[in-house]
């Protein structure tokens, strides 16, 4: 088994599974760098392709995933200027892992929300 347990803030902050995946496996990360697989796209497209997120967070979250080096954010000073995002190799490579898991959640939605409700009856 991988090594999940952190005794301290310390480990925590220190333990790549808890660094990375916190930072990727997120509502809007995911679907954001899901939303650039098929290319670069303008944030205004990037908005209408996740759709429900504000744009303080898709700001935030475009920020965070620039930081970690899964997308790049250029600008054309125009006029107009315009401003795009394109995911780097380590971007698509997560992309990658994450198609599996969009299928698998797509696939089994259905015993999800079945599960759900047969617990929330019990409960």
């Known amino acids: 088994m991988l090594q999940v347990t952190a005794l301290t803030v310390e480990e925590g ?11 990727v496996f997120g509502k809007w990360q ?7 697989e098929d290319g670069p796209l303008r944030f205004s497209a990037v908005k209408r ?3 429900d997120i504000t744009q303080r967070v898709l ?14 954010r250029t600008v054309d000073p125009g006029p107009p200027v315009a ?10 490579d997560l992309v990658e892992v994450l198609k599996p898991i969009v299928s698998w959640a797509s696939e089994n ?4 929300v079945a599960a759900r409700k047969s617990y929330d009856a019990r409960a």
């Open 13 to 23: 902050k220190l333990c790549p599974i808890r660094n990375v995946l916190s930072n």
């Open 30 to 36: 995911s679907l954001i760098l899901l939303s650039l």
């Open 49 to 51: 392709t996740v759709g």
């Open 59 to 72: 700001t935030e979250n475009l920020r965070a995933l620039e930081r970690d080096g899964y997308l790049t």
């Open 83 to 92: 401003v795009s995002y394109e995911l780097t190799g380590p971007g698509k």
């Open 109 to 112: 939605f259905d015993q999800v």
